[in-house]
């Protein structure tokens, strides 16, 4: 008798069960894309207010040190040496110019100006001065901007430069101890800011005399930036007006500010100023 071999069969996909499938795939990341998008995003937002937090921290923590002297500013000890972190430097210890500072391949002169500052000893991680939004430190915002690092700036208000508080504001000149705030927490002492230079430069300030900007905020977190404040809290706030954030993704200074909720928000909380 001969032996007839057994015919097997071979499953296999056909090219529509294929097909199916990776509509199927597709389906399902063009779903979750959204939300690890989201989760991504929030969690730089909590990152950034852990940032505001320690910065906002440790603002007080050096106020209590100095007798209540608020720590200055501005970003620059060659005009105030009690600035809370020192402008770039090169190896000779001189200050980098803008031309330098855009033809830096790296932040690392800005880190080191940012552990030079006063509040470093009272915030000791670098990572505290910069949100993960913030892609300035890899990526420039146009052709004739620096790298930048550091994320935060405190209001000029805060023991900043009189002479420039006294062409903004007529009311009185910068605040030099925590007793000449008329409540630390409702002053903002920390906002997030992006000058269209690259670093932020000095001191954050803005009209009092009128309506207008000067210096731009962030829109890093959608239509949301992070504020800390002179009692040590900080929290997320939301920026409502268009012109706002218009301002802030195109990086003008000077914008007008009529009616503006978001500049009478913060005017309000310019704490050298009566209520």
């Known amino acids: 008798m001969r032996f007839i071999p057994r015919q097997t069969t071979i499953s296999a996909f056909t090219l529509i069960e294929l097909l199916v499938v990776v509509a199927i795939i597709a389906v399902l990341v063009s779903m979750l894309l959204p939300a690890l998008r989201g989760a991504r995003n929030a969690a ?30 501005y970003t620059n000890f060659d005009q105030f040496d009690s600035s809370w972190q020192d402008y770039p430097r090169d ?36 990572g505290a001065y910069h949100c993960p939004s913030d892609t300035r430190n890899t990526v420039r915002w146009n052709s ?40 630390p927490a409702d002053n903002f002492a920390f906002l997030e800011e992006s000058d269209p230079r690259g670093l932020n430069i000095d001191s954050w300030v803005m009209y009092m005399t009128q309506e207008r900007w000067i210096d731009t905020l962030t829109v890093w977190h959608g239509n949301e930036g992070t504020i800390g404040f002179a009692d040590g809290h900080a929290l997320l706030h939301r920026w409502e007006d268009p012109r706002t954030l218009r301002m802030s993704r195109d990086q003008v200074f000077s914008a007008d500010a009529t009616g503006n909720a978001d500049y009478r928000f913060l005017k309000k909380r310019w704490g050298a100023l009566p209520r």
């Open 44 to 73: 730089r937002v909590t990152v950034c207010l852990a940032n505001q937090k320690s910065l906002a921290l440790a603002y007080t923590l050096y106020a209590n040190d100095f007798r209540e002297v608020l720590v200055h500013s």
């Open 91 to 126: 190896a000779a210890g001189v200050i980098m110019t803008q031309p330098a500072l855009v033809a830096a391949t790296n932040v690392s002169a800005q880190i080191d100006a940012c552990k030079r500052g006063r509040l470093f000893q009272y915030a000791p991680d670098q």
């Open 144 to 183: 004739g901007a620096a790298l930048a690092y550091v994320t935060y700036s405190i209001p000029n208000y805060l023991n900043g430069d009189p002479v420039y508080e006294s062409q903004t504001v007529v009311w009185k000149p910068p605040a030099k101890r925590m007793g000449d705030l008329w409540r």
